[in-house]
């Protein structure tokens, strides 16, 4: 390329040349006309219409199957949430009571290994004060043991037993003190009744303990009679304290069922009402083999909702429910012009590749409306593709769209050659050339385009860009060269090997507006800064004729750069058709 430039003639506007067609053959196509077959459509208060009966069927049937389902699904989540809570602060309170208990035998092993000498029950009687009313403590012979005598063995516990001068039956605890002595504590029922009233929560429920399935250690609302230990029964059979009922628990009649969820429990009838039971089996520490549970009646925890409640509360789920439904239909109905306002604003910004065609609709006049915009998408985009739409949305974002707006700036200007593509394109068919000119200008203007700049014409195998107008780029001389480098560095890793690039780059004072006549106007930018810059590119031959790409740079727009850019200085060179030399610089 070595044509003269002086003044560049701008053909990018131009047109493709053909028939124009006449008024009459586009009035012929109308709004209401459409592509294809007639599709069925709706009238918008038609399909509103069917739209919220068909809400109502589902939200109807969607309240039916809740109340058929809920009872059991919503006691189950109620008692996971609580029962966990109840259960775990039952289990803190008695294992703290035996923890309490241990510590208090150990200080009195302590006390006596201090005492050096038996006890007498004199010694133990500060000790018993603290004791839980009702529980004794005394003195037995340890039998002899072989452990070393600083260590003191493990508090052992019994099972209930039956034991004289105690009504009930008594769990026992036996520490030897190492010293000949075994120290015994003896507690009562009465001991662990006092124990589990103070895991009641609230008063909504009652606890109980049970040694096993079948024997009871503490049952609310049993009287003490109830609890009278025999040598044959230190604890009472469940099933035999028919004044709570929870001796019906285990029984498999009526409604009675497992829980299901996360906790272990029994639902079941009792006294004319529901009762609930949750429970947990104790598996290690004195307590080993007890079940340790709450009971309450089930409707005051929401297990059994009655009907009233249950019609409250879906009437609510549905009202929300339709609520939200509702809100999602207009949604949706106004969903179509609002993409209708979105792709008209892309339209403004002429970018047809993020704006897609508006679908079909059902309903008849959003149907029209959208057929009549995709129209003219489709036309503006065939004129677009003849037009920079870039320096147009500029121009438009700027309010610069008024003619003869003509300024002097200082702008820098890149030029562009496909090197050796004279001959290249001898040796290629026209779908060849073509082609390898697309691929070529598609890199180019992508380097150019991501760097901020305006291609202001194809020349050929060039390119010419510029940057610094039509919007304030203060740092136009900086953008210019990362797009140089980007250009390169795109070019050397294209597998093309026959693409070689060369590049000029000068910064200076050009007039830069919109050119032509009142029929046909071109922004373009006029000055020697022009002709410097294509005197740079065709001297790249000169410097390196075989390089895959050499970009050479003037010294006027390497004093624009940031000090560290790094440059190779080729010295002054006399530039064809200009008097004075030029301080020349090579990028890449």
Same mark, same amino acid.
Request: with cysteine; aromatic share 6%.
């Given at each position: 390329?070595?044509?003269?430039?002086?003044?560049?003639?701008?053909?990018?506007?131009?047109?493709?040349?053909?028939?124009?067609?006449?008024?009459?053959? /586009?009035?012929?196509?109308?709004?209401?006309?459409?592509?294809?077959?007639?599709?069925?459509?709706?009238?918008?208060?038609?399909?509103?219409?069917?739209?919220?009966?068909?809400?109502?069927?589902?939200?109807?049937?969607?309240?039916?199957?809740?109340?058929?389902?809920?009872?059991?699904?919503?006691?189950?989540?109620?008692?996971?949430?609580?029962?966990?809570?109840?259960?775990?602060? *039952?289990?803190?309170?008695?294992?703290?009571?035996?923890?309490?208990?241990?510590?208090?035998?150990?200080?009195?092993?302590?006390?006596?290994?201090?005492?050096?000498?038996?006890?007498?029950?004199?010694?133990?009687?500060?000790?018993?004060?603290?004791?839980?009313?009702?529980?004794?403590?005394?003195?037995?012979?340890?039998?002899?043991?072989?452990?070393?005598?600083?260590?003191?063995?493990?508090?052992?516990?019994?099972?209930? @037993?039956?034991?004289?001068?105690?009504?009930?039956?008594?769990?026992?605890?036996?520490?030897?003190?190492?010293?000949?002595?075994?120290?015994?504590?003896?507690?009562?029922?009465?001991?662990?009744?006092?124990?589990?009233?103070?895991?009641?929560?609230?008063?909504?429920?009652?606890?109980?303990?049970?040694?096993?399935?079948?024997?009871?250690?503490?049952?609310?609302?049993?009287?003490?009679?109830?609890?009278?230990?025999?040598?044959? *029964?230190?604890?009472?059979?469940?099933?035999?304290?028919?004044?709570?009922?929870?001796?019906?628990?285990? *029984?498999?009649?009526?409604?009675?069922?497992?829980?299901?969820?996360?906790?272990?429990?029994?639902?079941?009838?009792?006294?004319?009402?529901?009762?609930?039971?949750?429970?947990?089996?104790?598996?290690?520490?004195?307590?080993?083999?007890?079940?340790?549970?709450?009971?309450?009646?089930?409707?005051?925890?929401?297990?059994?909702?009655?009907?009233?409640?249950?019609?409250?509360?879906?009437?609510?789920?549905?009202?929300?429910?339709?609520?939200?439904?509702?809100?999602?239909?207009?949604?949706?109905?106004?969903?179509?012009?609002?993409?209708? =306002?979105?792709?008209?604003?892309?339209?403004? /910004?002429? #970018?047809? #590749?993020?704006?897609?065609?508006?679908?079909?609709?059902?309903?008849?006049?959003? #149907?029209?409306?959208?057929?009549?915009? *995709?129209?003219?998408?489709?036309?503006?985009?065939?004129?677009?593709?003849?037009?920079?739409?870039?320096?147009?949305?500029?121009?438009?974002?700027?309010?610069?769209?008024?003619?003869?707006?003509?300024?002097?700036?200082?702008?820098?200007?890149?030029?562009?050659?496909?090197?050796?593509?004279?001959?290249?394109?001898?040796?290629?068919?026209?779908?060849?050339? =073509?082609?390898?000119?697309?691929?070529?200008?598609?890199?180019?203007?992508?380097?150019?385009?991501?760097?901020?700049?305006?291609?202001?014409?194809?020349?050929?195998?060039?390119?010419?860009?510029?940057?610094?107008?039509?919007?304030?780029?203060?740092?136009?001389?900086?953008?210019?060269?990362?797009?140089?480098?980007?250009?390169?560095?795109?070019?050397?890793?294209?597998?093309?090997?026959?693409?070689?690039?060369?590049?000029?780059?000068?910064?200076?004072?050009?007039?830069?507006?919109?050119?032509?006549?009142?029929? @046909?106007?071109?922004?373009?930018?006029?000055?020697?800064?022009?002709?410097?810059?294509?005197?740079?590119?065709?001297?790249?031959? /000169?410097?390196?004729?075989?390089?895959?790409?050499?970009?050479?740079?003037?010294?006027?727009?390497?004093?624009?750069?940031?000090?560290?850019?790094?440059?190779?200085?080729?010295?002054?060179?006399?530039?064809?058709?200009?008097?004075?030399?030029?301080?020349?610089?090579?990028?890449?």
């Amino acid at each position: 390329m070595s044509q003269e430039i002086l003044p560049p003639q701008n053909t990018s506007s131009d047109g493709p040349r053909g028939v124009e067609p006449s008024g009459d053959t /586009q009035a012929q196509r109308t709004v209401g006309q459409r592509d294809g077959p007639m599709r069925f459509t709706l009238p918008v208060g038609v399909a509103l219409g069917l739209i919220f009966s068909l809400l109502l069927v589902v939200i109807c049937g969607l309240i039916i199957t809740y109340m058929a389902s809920a009872d059991r699904r919503i006691a189950g989540r109620l008692l996971d949430e609580q029962g966990l809570a109840v259960l775990k602060r *039952n289990e803190t309170v008695l294992e703290s009571f035996f923890s309490e208990q241990e510590l208090l035998f150990r200080s009195i092993a302590v006390h006596a290994a201090e005492k050096k000498e038996t006890l007498s029950d004199a010694d133990l009687e500060p000790f018993t004060r603290l004791l839980p009313g009702g529980a004794r403590l005394e003195l037995g012979r340890a039998v002899l043991s072989e452990e070393p005598a600083d260590e003191l063995p493990a508090v052992s516990w019994t099972d209930f @037993r039956y034991k004289e001068g105690f009504e009930t039956g008594v769990k026992s605890a036996e520490l030897d003190l190492g010293n000949g002595q075994l120290l015994i504590g003896d507690y009562p029922q009465s001991v662990f009744k006092t124990v589990a009233g103070s895991m009641t929560w609230e008063g909504q429920q009652e606890t109980f303990i049970l040694s096993g399935r079948d024997k009871a250690v503490v049952v609310g609302g049993v009287s003490e009679r109830d609890f009278a230990a025999t040598p044959e *029964n230190p604890l009472p059979d469940l099933s035999q304290l028919t004044a709570s009922p929870l001796h019906l628990i285990w *029984n498999d009649q009526g409604r009675a069922h497992d829980m299901g969820g996360v906790i272990d429990g029994r639902v079941f009838p009792g006294d004319r009402r529901m009762f609930t039971a949750i429970y947990t089996d104790v598996n290690s520490g004195p307590a080993k083999g007890w079940i340790l549970g709450t009971l309450y009646q089930a409707d005051e925890f929401g297990a059994a909702l009655d009907q009233t409640r249950i019609v409250l509360y879906a009437a609510l789920v549905a009202l929300i429910v339709g609520a939200v439904l509702s809100f999602i239909v207009g949604r949706m109905l106004g969903k179509p012009l609002s993409r209708l =306002a979105h792709t008209a604003s892309g339209l403004r /910004q002429l #970018d047809f #590749d993020a704006t897609e065609k508006l679908p079909r609709s059902r309903l008849s006049e959003l #149907d029209d409306v959208n057929q009549a915009f *995709n129209g003219s998408i489709g036309a503006l985009n065939a004129f677009a593709k003849y037009v920079p739409r870039q320096l147009v949305t500029r121009l438009i974002e700027e309010g610069m769209t008024s003619s003869r707006n003509i300024q002097i700036r200082e702008m820098t200007i890149v030029f562009t050659d496909l090197a050796g593509f004279t001959n290249m394109a001898s040796h290629m068919t026209a779908e060849e050339t =073509a082609s390898y000119l697309n691929g070529y200008f598609e890199t180019v203007s992508q380097a150019i385009a991501e760097s901020h700049g305006t291609i202001d014409k194809y020349l050929g195998d060039g390119v010419m860009a510029f940057w610094g107008a039509p919007s304030d780029q203060p740092e136009h001389a900086s953008m210019a060269i990362a797009a140089v480098k980007r250009l390169a560095e795109r070019v050397e890793q294209s597998p093309s090997v026959t693409m070689r690039v060369r590049i000029g780059v000068h910064t200076g004072k050009v007039v830069v507006g919109d050119i032509g006549s009142s029929a @046909r106007m071109n922004y373009t930018v006029i000055g020697d800064a022009v002709n410097v810059a294509a005197r740079l590119q065709e001297h790249g031959k /000169q410097v390196d004729p075989d390089a895959r790409v050499i970009a050479l740079v003037s010294g006027d727009t390497m004093a624009q750069l940031p000090e560290g850019e790094s440059a190779t200085s080729l010295g002054t060179v006399q530039l064809r058709g200009r008097s004075d030399p030029l301080t020349v610089f090579r990028i890449a």
